[in-house]
């Protein structure tokens, strides 16, 4: 790796950051060993590689969060310690985090200002008004869809990434850190944050970009790093990025990235078991009507606040309705979580570590958790055998790595802890599965094995009903496509030729 300036066409960019010869240990387990990176003034450089590369790790090093074994960071040519995020801060570092750190209880103005709040005159008293004016003047600059005033407990997990993206810009930083900013977001929302990228590359700030979405690097990056068990593997320039080899230089098998980029539909027959009837929740989604076949995968696309997550969670029973009906196999139904999972419904949430499962609790008791009717009771005691033979069951069914019961799923890579959330549902006897945002975060070979298992389960005979806003995936995976505006149904693609577009422009409002 490099120091000083370089030389690109007519612009010389300095180096900014520099993390050298960094390693890191977990219990004795190498999880970076001499790895080195280097970002430079005004350039967007993406860092790619599957879970547990040590991607995050890495960055986690960089912002103050964990401390390094061994090696050194350096900022703008000195050597620096970063040991909390005021450190990180005050270097001019900020960084938006995968996993969100907004509070739910507080306003959107509150959370962006966070410790930053005005005063008013030389009081401690926070000027509200003032918070509130500022974080719009943000809101309107970068043309998110949200309110200062509104609390994030009432927002949907998409606009919350939306107020994490826009704490990272409230900070006139030199560097910026974006852990998968796109995972929760349709796209519109994505296109307007590229747009911001573009603006801040321009302006001089220096943007570290991890994102398993390999389009999203192909069009941003100007440089990219790969990772590979915790060691570099290759820096390439722009004009050397090259979408089978990344992927070969990732995981080292080839996965067809670029399916789903446009597909043909036929419009096949088959029994509906599930209707659903103008389906209502006030203020939500209005009027919905549609039918799952047996063996089908039925794909709901659409901006964030068209009313996907809210509509399949009605139908789960976590949520009321208005008004409405709903049938399944022909008679009325009325869905309760404890009835739905008795008559063979599965569920995997948008988000997973919230809703998902219990990060704590190991890979066996989470398997456990939904399943505790199917494990043999003598007495009051459940069959600790029985527990463990479906874990195992589990982690072979959807290949969980590594192969630890009582491995804390907390620990996982995010492909892993989908695996498992997604791998206790098989151990039932499904006849429908609902996933909302199933490889949000995910890298390409978890989500391949992904797709695979609802692919084999649809073979199998059973309903899947796909929400994404990751638009390849909805093609690449859907057998039909539903899309939902403002509350509404507003297209069905079940046949022809359909393409990213087509169902961006009728989420936009502008395919009718």
């Not at 009027?287 to 709901?300: A, N, T, W």
Request: include cysteine.
């Amino acid at each position: 790796m490099t120091g000083g300036t370089i030389s690109g066409g007519n612009i010389s960019r300095e180096t900014i950051l520099q993390a050298l010869d960094i390693d890191k240990s977990f219990g004795g387990v190498p999880v970076l060993k001499h790895v080195n990176l280097d970002i430079k003034k005004g350039e967007v450089h993406a860092l790619m590689g599957e879970n547990g590369a040590g991607k995050s790790t890495l960055i986690k090093i960089i912002t103050g969060a964990y401390s390094k074994d061994s090696g050194q960071l350096k900022w703008k040519g000195n050597n620096v310690e970063i040991n909390s995020r005021s450190d990180c801060q005050a270097l001019g570092i900020s960084c938006v985090y995968q996993e969100l750190s907004v509070i739910p209880a507080l306003t959107v103005a509150q959370n962006v200002l966070l410790g930053k709040e005005p005063r008013i005159g030389k009081t401690h008293l926070i000027d509200h008004k003032k918070m509130n004016a500022m974080v719009q003047e943000l809101i309107d600059r970068y043309e998110f869809p949200l309110n200062p005033m509104d609390f994030v407990n009432d927002l949907g997990i998409g606009q919350r990434q939306l107020v994490e993206i826009l704490k990272g810009l409230s900070s006139d930083a030199d560097l910026l850190i974006m852990d998968e900013p796109t995972a929760s977001l349709s796209g519109r929302e994505a296109e307007i944050l590229f747009s911001i990228i573009e603006a801040l590359r321009d302006k001089g700030v220096s943007i570290i970009y991890i994102s398993h979405r390999l389009e999203e690097v192909y069009r941003l990056a100007d440089r990219l790093t790969i990772l590979r068990d915790g060691e570099n593997v290759v820096v390439l320039e722009k004009e050397e990025i090259n979408p089978v080899e990344v992927i070969r230089l990732m995981i080292g098998k080839v996965v067809d990235e670029s399916e789903g980029s446009v597909k043909t539909f036929r419009k096949t027959g088959g029994e509906a078991a599930l209707e659903v009837r103008d389906l209502s929740s006030r203020g939500v989604f209005d009027k919905v009507s549609f039918q799952v076949r047996r063996g089908e995968i039925l794909g709901f696309g659409g901006l964030i606040g068209a009313g996907r997550t809210e509509l399949v969670r009605c139908l789960y029973g976590i949520d009321g309705y208005s008004s409405g009906e709903i049938y399944l196999e022909g008679e009325k139904y009325v869905p309760r979580v404890k009835k739905s999972i008795k008559r063979g419904f599965g569920f995997v949430p948008e988000d997973r570590r919230n809703q998902g499962f219990i990060p704590l609790l190991s890979i066996n008791r989470n398997t456990a958790l939904t399943n505790y009717d199917l494990i043999r009771k003598s007495g009051g005691a459940i069959s600790k055998k029985e527990e463990l033979q479906m874990c195992l069951n589990a982690i072979e069914a959807v290949d969980i790595r590594p192969k630890d019961p009582d491995k804390a799923v907390g620990l996982l890579s995010g492909g892993n802890q989908q695996k498992v959330v997604l791998g206790k549902w098989l151990m039932r006897d499904l006849k429908l599965l609902i996933v909302d945002e199933p490889t949000a975060g995910i890298d390409v070979g978890a989500k391949d094995e992904i797709y695979h298992i609802l692919r084999e389960l649809a073979d199998r005979g059973v309903m899947v009903i796909l929400v994404s806003s990751d638009l390849q995936e909805l093609l690449r995976v859907s057998d039909r496509i539903l899309v939902m505006r403002k509350g509404r149904i507003v297209k069905e693609f079940a046949e022809g030729t359909v393409t990213q577009a087509d169902i961006l422009a009728a989420a936009s409002g502008l395919l009718g």
